[in-house]
């Protein structure tokens, strides 16, 4: 037997886990066979992380940048704490001594306060001759954006037939990843959507378009339709707006549904193992990992939860930047 097989059993089974929770983890198995080297190259046999190999994996060698530096430690350091969890002794790198380095936007989490007054903005929007359903559209709209934390895109392309109103559930056949997905709404909103939908029969657009949320002509609304208008409601609801790209930004909803949810599972003490893959289906991802992402957001935001969160999930909170458009 290689007198490293401990060691590179150990990498394959912290592999393992990883992809059985959503990862691809291509990249990173190559790191971690480079880390295997090392550690034979070090003379060590057992299945141990000495602070010694650690401390020579975080320098940084020639030519590299400092994103794929700390791409790297991030990779070993999930792999200390896989160790650290299965009782085999592990050094890892201090997380507040790696920068944390964020993507390009970071996600806006709306406060219960600022999406009370969104929402009533919404339902004061002024509407127009012209469309003159716009203001119960967007009175809907809104809520449907947190309530389900779908797409917009999904929303925008609903057909009719797509609420189910006894069961209340609705089909997302449009999805980014072209998967459909039935996903249960709650009993407000049911109600709210019922309600919606005989308001909109008395316009005569409603009786010759497949759109539940049909403009004046029939089709479904633009997403930069949708834009122009949520800036208003923004402007009304008095919250600041960086521009386009810099937000908040329409999406930024289905990142609080997200992060509100993994919130008040915490505070409920509900098994996050358990439930996070149900609010990754729930919101249509690939796998785990990029519903992972909003434990780091859910960890920052709210202070009274980051110790229970650090203790029992640090293993899954991930290092690097945040994904976008998630």
């Known amino acids: 037997m290689n007198r490293n097989e401990p060691f590179r059993r150990t990498i394959n089974?912290?592999?393992?886990?990883?992809?059985?929770?959503?990862?691809?983890y291509d990249k990173n198995e190559q790191i971690l066979m480079r880390v295997a080297n090392l550690h034979e190259k070090m003379g060590n046999t057992e299945s141990v992380l000495p602070k010694e190999l650690v401390v020579k994996w975080a320098e940084k060698t020639p030519y590299e940048t400092e994103t794929n530096r700390l791409h790297r430690i991030s990779t070993l350091r999930g792999l200390a704490e896989y160790m650290q969890r299965i009782g085999l002794p592990a050094y890892s790198i201090p997380r507040k001594s790696i920068p944390?380095?964020?993507?390009?936007?970071?996600?806006?989490?709306?406060?219960?306060?600022e999406l009370a007054r969104i929402f009533r903005a919404a339902d004061n929007i002024i509407s127009t001759a012209e469309t003159p359903f716009r203001q119960?559209?967007?009175?809907?709209?809104?809520?449907?954006l947190y309530g389900?934390?779908?797409?917009?895109?999904?929303?925008?392309?609903?057909?009719?037939q797509d609420f189910n109103l006894q069961q209340g559930t609705i089909l997302i056949r449009h999805s980014k990843l072209d998967k459909e997905r039935i996903i249960p709404v709650s009993e407000s909103l049911r109600v709210r959507i019922i309600s919606y939908m005989k308001e909109m029969?008395?316009?005569?657009?409603?009786?010759?378009?497949?759109?539940?949320f049909p403009n004046s002509v029939g089709n479904c609304y633009s997403p930069n339709s949708i834009?122009?208008?949520?800036?208003?409601?923004?402007?009304?609801?008095?919250?600041?707006?960086?521009?386009?790209?810099?937000?908040?930004?329409?999406?930024?909803?289905?990142h609080t549904y997200a992060v509100h949810c993994l919130r008040n599972w915490t505070r409920e003490d509900?098994?996050?193992?358990?439930?996070?893959?149900?609010?990754?289906?729930?919101?249509?991802?690939?796998?785990?990992?990029?519903?992972?992402?909003y434990l780091r957001l859910t960890a920052?935001?709210?202070p009274d939860i980051i110790s229970r969160l650090d203790d029992a999930y640090g293993w899954m909170i991930p290092e690097v930047s945040y994904e976008r458009n998630l």
């Open 13 to 24: 089974d912290f592999i393992s886990e990883k992809r059985a929770i959503g990862y691809k």
């Open 100 to 113: 944390y380095r964020e993507g390009t936007y970071v996600p806006y989490i709306y406060t219960d306060d």
């Open 136 to 144: 119960i559209q967007f009175s809907l709209l809104v809520r449907m």
């Open 148 to 160: 389900t934390g779908a797409r917009i895109s999904e929303l925008l392309n609903l057909e009719k």
């Open 201 to 212: 029969a008395q316009y005569g657009v409603w009786h010759n378009t497949c759109y539940l």
């Open 227 to 254: 834009y122009h208008y949520f800036r208003r409601i923004l402007w009304d609801a008095g919250i600041s707006h960086g521009g386009r790209g810099k937000g908040p930004r329409v999406h930024d909803f289905r």
């Open 270 to 293: 509900k098994d996050l193992t358990v439930a996070l893959p149900y609010l990754s289906a729930y919101m249509g991802h690939a796998g785990a990992r990029s519903t992972q992402y």
């Open 300 to 302: 920052e935001l709210y």
